[in-house]
């Protein structure tokens, strides 16, 4: 009893003067350890009378136990000292830049050029207005004022679902007017959307991709006119190419579903082969507009003579090409990393018209 006492003693005061982990470690091993002192006091249990062994074996396990906690204590102890250490010696300086993430992904410049677009449009009161690319004859067609013999309707120029039961054949939407016509159709005007997406046409070559994406915006209230067409486009062409003043000019054209339709110019200039946006003696084309048909109207269930509005359509790969100096159009579906990474934006350094 006299050695319990006197190994207890022992064993706790070196506890406590343990100046580290491993010096702790060591005094578990020999105390604890196969070979340790408490070990071999239990071995010499069976060589007592039983009462003895009784009363002796209690006091080893209660030792046992004391020393056992006594070191995971001072364990506990040491490792909140060597953390504590680490914390003021460690100085963290919050201002050095981040190591740049190679393994961090970019956002695709057509994304990025959608969300420009929606968001200055919604700046102007435009809601975001999406459809299925999968339409029908009379949503991507007949509600357009597309006529029967139209060059779009030929199967050389739409993708053509096979024909169902009754001989009706979808299409891969050609633009993205169907979704313009299903939003006059479910909602009363005034009408103010924007209609981003995909869209699909039978035609490839150095311009063109069988899948593009196109920007439609369309305006419906009662006394809309030419005049909010104009507005609006020039302040979008403003705010898109970040440009206080951009000379615009209007081209007459035709489109089955505007009249009048016309194409809307910026100002360019292409001294010595490269292009400036802005100012300069030369025109350059960058969307297609006019006042929506009355037929339109009436297809959808309009009153042309309540409503009439405007509306425009610009493809968007050209208009990232413009902006961001992006040479091929073929490029944008290579899906190619090494592009991504030169022409896509790092998610939460994009230019916005907050920070530029
Ligand atoms: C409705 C009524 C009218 C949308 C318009 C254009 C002119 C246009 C082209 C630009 C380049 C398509 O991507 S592109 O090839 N688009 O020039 N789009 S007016 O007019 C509409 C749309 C929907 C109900």
């Not at 504590?84 to 990025?112: C, F, K, M, N, Y």
């Not at 003579?305 to 902006?323: D, H, N, P, T, V």
Request: proline fraction near 6%; glycine fraction near 8%.
């Amino acid at each position: 009893m006299e050695n319990i006492e006197a190994l207890r003693e022992e064993v706790l005061a070196e506890v406590q003067k343990a100046v580290d982990l491993a010096a702790l470690e060591d005094i578990r091993i020999s105390a604890l350890g196969k070979k340790g002192r408490i070990t071999g006091l239990m071995k010499n249990l069976g060589k007592m009378d039983p009462d003895q062994r009784r009363e002796f074996g209690q006091a080893l396990n209660a030792l046992k136990d004391q020393v056992a906690s006594a070191l995971d204590m001072r364990k506990g102890d040491l490792e909140n000292a060597a953390l504590e250490a680490r914390l003021t010696g460690e100085r963290i300086d919050v201002t050095l830049p981040s190591r740049p993430d190679e393994s961090a992904g970019r956002i695709h410049p057509i994304s990025q050029t959608i969300d420009e677009i929606v968001s200055i449009f919604g700046e102007m009161g435009f809601a975001l207005a999406e459809g299925p690319d999968i339409e029908d004859d009379f949503h991507n067609f007949t509600a357009l004022n597309i006529p029967p013999e139209h060059p779009a309707r030929e199967m050389q120029d739409t993708f053509y679902l096979p024909e169902g039961e009754d001989g009706s054949r979808l299409v891969l939407r050609t633009h993205t007017s169907p979704v313009q016509i299903r939003t006059m159709q479910s909602k009363t005007p005034p009408i103010r959307i924007i209609a981003p997406g995909r869209t699909y046409r039978s035609d490839s070559d150095m311009t063109h991709t069988p899948m593009f994406h196109q920007v439609e915006g369309l305006v419906i209230d009662k006394k809309t006119h030419m005049g909010h067409l104009k507005g609006c486009l020039l302040e979008f062409v403003k705010t898109y190419f970040e440009l206080d003043e951009v000379p615009v000019r209007y081209r007459p054209s035709f489109f089955p579903f505007t009249e009048p339709s016309a194409e809307m110019d910026i100002g360019c200039s292409r001294k010595g082969g490269e292009l400036k946006i802005g100012a300069g003696d030369d025109w350059l084309e960058i969307l297609g507009c006019g006042m929506v048909h009355p037929r339109v109207l009436a297809a959808c269930g309009l009153d042309p003579e309540e409503y009439q509005g405007f509306a425009f359509g610009m493809g968007i790969e050209r208009i990232a090409m413009l902006k961001y100096g992006i040479p091929d159009l073929r490029t944008f579906f290579d899906t190619d990393l090494r592009w991504l990474k030169h022409y896509g934006f790092v998610p939460l350094d994009v230019p916005n018209m907050v920070r530029g």
